[in-house]
């Protein structure tokens, strides 16, 4: 039944009525006689003045605003442009405002299809804008609801970024920024809005969209027909009549069993991708401004914001922004969302990375805001790692939110709400918000699609729908806020309420026990390039990443041995400045940076910031060794191991280093040689020549290379393939099928890597259709054939090379090294294509279905074969420092040191290397490029054969430094009995006590019994978790100096202890 005062339309034709209403509100057609007409009736123009900010991108960060606004502003006027690409532009506004216009509403209308902040003139950021093309998301600025009049001379700034909300490029969205954009000035005015009409448009809008979607359901005609009939009031002049009828058609609310959306306001703003950092911290406070402009006038209104680090940059930049920031914070309804520091990428920052994201995100919240987050907001990442439930458990959270598996490719995943195991058995509450997005614009189109979408219907009550603008930043405006107001709960929609994560959790976990279970990885099937692009922010993400174990290992040795009244000063500057250089490197993880996909100027900023870091991390490490290692005149020649077991090493020393007579070999240069040098775990050991058990030999038999070490055996051809990798003394070969046929290792492949669209992003199925084997025997690629450069009891070095194009090369050494267990290939290329993908490829004669990959604190197994969709969809998958192919009592491993791309098909084990996408950074990869990875063969299973510690010495081998010592040959200062357990992480505890944390976790996939012997006094051992906090005490016990810990780890399990270090005695006195 129609509501009361509602009469149908005459004719009963869809066709002209439901146009008719959006006709009435368009924004595009009839203004001049349509109600958008009337949204300003009156309007003046504003007196402009101008000043360019001098130099380019970032330039603004050393302005301050009363410093801008001292410069000298010329004229300008409607029509004039201002750039180039990624300048600052500052404009002062100067008017006065009718006194006939007391009692309506003011704003500030402006258009130069931009972004812009608008400034007080006292310097308070008041609001984003942008403005002036599609992208026109917050075109104007409410100066006041309702003007009291007499408000003399106005004045305001607006800062002008030359940019647009996403980005600058001049062509499609994803395209390389065009440096030379110009942006117009096309509206700067003062207006009076009517208040009236703006509630009148939004109520059209509102039913034309019910009606659109809900016809032939009666509730549309319903809404089709109110519509209709407020249209002829508002055309007879009856404004109030239209009103009553809308009110009266909004007040009809839902059934009790109707679903909730849990409308959380945010702006998902990337901390990098079309443009840079600099403009990021901009966005910031833009978004930010914005929702305190919001909430001035919708106190329902409730924002959050994820990346502490973004919270960071507006207390830096604009502390007073900041501080009102902090209010709503206060009033619960600005909120934290998160944990993070960034929204990093889900698959290849390490372990160690993962926990300190949360430690350094939560911290900031609880000093800042004295509050923590209780969930992982991850919204808009590539993937997310098998391990992340038990990081997540370790850090304290059990509450996990994403919509990025919605982009999957091939496979709709099966559930909105389920419980995600990890591999260690962790289990979290994960939701996916059913509109598989983070930036609704609040429509009923979107609300209808949230529910029919929601894969867990009559599960679950309740689902996120979170709104406003994405990506660039932005966030809810008031047009939405206006929508939601109406769509709050109307029949017809499912219910619209305003709440935090934290509340819509508490409903999601009290209907948990409805939900399915997903074990394992949340693999995207879409942007698996991303593992690969722009390979210099994986080589040095990874070698950041183990400096920074290093630096805080030995920081940790010299607290532990010498005492925290003794290192104090040390301890205290080291923990300052490595918490800055994790940030660095933490930045840089960011889900479109070290994956790749920003543009070409954020890349040199970041290998900047990895820099840096490195440089304290080194700086760190070597002050602590200076301190463990004393002040004495004698000097010695020490190498020191980070590592947990005692290892043998072949490193490059400068000749004289170790005594006459030892086994060395020399280099060519004659400047340095070769030495097998050792180490005991955790500890140091004077440089001493040791003599190779088996050495080294290499013999050449029809153009083919026989290297051989006693523990490894390989032929390699003279295009560096290679057909025989065997372990000594096993006649079983990886490359020999089981019926004899001869395979290939280290197939230097090029394949074309043309994606559908996401170029810097996708690497596409069809891509392996097109290989080209550049290093076969019949290639016609120019190969400089191999050669030996090295040949001698310790050290075999081959080399050869091919020219890929006329542009790029490929150069690659070949090592075999004494008491080596691997096989290792140091690679350059020159590398300047278009559109291709390198691979190295090794086709083994191992019968498995299964592969075993690196991931964050332990391995994942994945199918080799391609069953079904969900096999197949995983043709390039992410792994870390390994994989490894198996049967059960032998295998073969790839160890790399900087690569994140893989794929293994049936008995086929492959690894990326380079990719050369053209957007939206063109220059992607166009560089020379140095990089390692070995191959090693196996008996036994990967655990026995001890995969995982050769991986970790290939990516972190022995250091050799000149320190004043004159006394112990060597010393482990921690060492492990038992197999498994991983000591990952030895740290000084944030802070500044002395204790000290240690991070583990099991490798093998199996319970394990260890004990952690330590030469360092103890006082206390707890437990402790990723955020450092002491738990429950741990048993321990001294035997002759050594403190023992008895530790029990379940399979992958991470677990953590924090010592308090008892008297110290230095080992070494």
Known sequence: MADPGVQASIHKNLKTTLPRISNFISSNRFREVNLVGRLYPDSRPISLSHWALPGGEGAWQDWVFDDVIKQEFTPVKIGDSFGPTWTTHWFKLEFEIPEEWIGKEVRIRWGTNSEATVWSHDGHVLQGLSTGDPDAKRPDYPITRSYEGQAGPQVFYIEMAANKLLGASSGDQIDPPDPNLMFTLSLAEIAMLDSTVYQLTHDLEVLYQLANE?????????????????????????????????????????????????????????????????????????????????????????????????????????????????????????????????????????????????????????QELGMICKEFWLPDTFGYSAQIPGLMKHVGLERF?????????????????????????????????????????????????????????????????????????????????????????????????????????????????????????????????????????????????????????????????????????????????????????????????????????????????????????????????????????????????SLQWSRDEVLKLPVGTVKPGAVTQKIQDGAEEYVLVSAPSMGYSLVEAGTPPFPVTVNEVDNVFVLDNGIVQAEITSTGQLISLKVAADDRDVFRHTDGTQLFGNQVTIFDDEPLYWDAWDVMDYHLETPEVVNAKDSTYSITPVTIVESGPLLVKLRWGVELSKSSSFTQEIELAAAS??????????????????????????????????????????????????????????????????????????????????????????????????????????????????VMPHKGTLQEAQVVRRAYEFNNPLLKFDLPLDVT?????????????????????????????????????????????????????????????????????????????????????????????????SVLQ
């Open 821 to 934: 267990h691997y096989l290792s290939f140091s690679t350059s290329v020159s590398w300047h294509e278009d559109h291709k993908i390198l691979k190295t490829v090794f086709d083994t004669g191992i019968q498995t279905n299964k592969a075993n990959f690196d991931i964050q604190f332990g391995h994942l197994q994945r199918p080799t074969h391609m069953n079904t969709s969900w096999d197949t969809a995983r043709y390039e998958v992410c792994g870390h420092k390994w994989a490894d192919i198996s049967e059960p009592d032998w295998g073969f491993a790839i160890l790399n040191e900087s690569k994140y791309g893989w794929m293994a098909r049936g008995h086929q084990l492959s690894l990326s290397l380079l990719r050369s996408p053209k957007a939206p950074d063109y220059t992607a990869d166009m560089k020379d490029h140095s990089f390692k990875y070995a």
């Open 401 to 641: 939110l994403t919509q990025k598996m919605s982009w999957s490719l091939v496979n709709k995943f099966p559930h909105h709400n389920f419980i995600w195991e990890g591999i260690d058995g962790s289990s979290v509450l994960a939701h996916f918000p059913p509109g598989d997005s983070y930036h609704m614009n609040l429509t009923v189109e979107e609300a209808l699609w949230t529910e029919k979408n929601l894969q867990d219907k009559g599960r679950t009550g309740i689902s996120a729908f979170l709104f406003g603008f994405g990506d660039g930043g932005g966030g809810p405006t008031q047009d939405m806020m206006e929508r939601r107001r109406r769509l709050a709960d109307t029949d017809g929609c499912p219910k619209m309420e305003m709440m935090t994560p934290d509340q819509m959790f508490e409903r999601l976990e009290s209907e948990k026990h409805n939900f399915c279970r997903w074990v394992g990885e949340l693999f995207l099937e879409l942007h698996n390039g991303t593992y690969t692009t722009q390979a210099a922010m994986k080589r040095l993400c990874r070698k950041v990443e183990f400096a920074l174990r290093d630096a805080e290992f030995y920081l940790s040795m010299a607290v532990g041995l010498l005492g925290i009244s003794v290192t104090s000063p040390l301890l205290q500057q080291s923990l300052a400045d490595l918490e800055i250089s994790w940030k660095k490197v933490l930045l840089n993880q960011f889900h479109d940076v070290i994956p790749g996909s920003s543009i070409e100027i954020v890349y040199p900023q970041a290998e900047e910031l990895y820099n840096e870091a490195l440089l304290t991390a080194t700086s760190v490490r070597d002050e602590a060794i200076k301190a463990i290692f004393g002040d004495t005149v004698t000097t010695s020649h020490v190498v020191v191991n």
């Open 214 to 366: 809900l016809i032939p359901d009666q509730r549309g005609y319903q809404a089709m027909y109110t519509a209709n009939q407020m249209v002829n009031s508002i055309i007879a002049g009856d404004d109030s009549g239209a009103t009553a009828l809308a009110e009266q058609y909004f007040a009809k609310g839902n059934g009790a069993r109707c679903h909730t959306l849990a409308s959380i306001g945010n702006c998902h703003l990337d901390t990098a991708w079309l443009w840079p950092y600099s403009e990021t911290k901009r966005k910031v406070a833009r978004s930010f401004a914005s929702q305190l402009k919001i909430m001035e006038n919708y106190p329902e209104h409730i924002f959050v914001a994820s990346q502490a680090q973004q919270w960071a940059w507006c207390k830096e930049y604009c502390p007073e922004l900041y501080g009102r920031v902090k209010e709503q914070v206060a009033a619960g309804k600005f909120l934290p969302v998160g944990s993070t520091w960034i929204e990093m990428d889900g698959n290849i920052p390490s372990g160690e990375s993962f926990v300190r994201q949360f430690f350094f995100g939560q911290k900031f919240y609880q």
């Open 969 to 1065: 040959f060597e010393d482990s200062w921690v060492s492990v009995e038992g197999d498994g357990a991983v000591l990952h992480t030895i740290k000084p505890a944030d802070d500044g006590s002395g204790d000290i944390i240690i991070r583990m976790f099991e490798s093998h996939g199996c319970k394990s019994k260890i004990t952690v012997k330590l030469s360092i006094a103890v006082a206390s051992v707890k437990e402790s978790n990723g955020m450092e906090a002491s738990g429950v005490d741990v048993p321990f016990s001294e035997e002759g100096g050594i403190t023992l810990i008895p530790v029990s780890l379940t399979p992958f399990s991470i677990k953590g202890l924090r010592l308090a270090p008892g008297t110290a005695t």
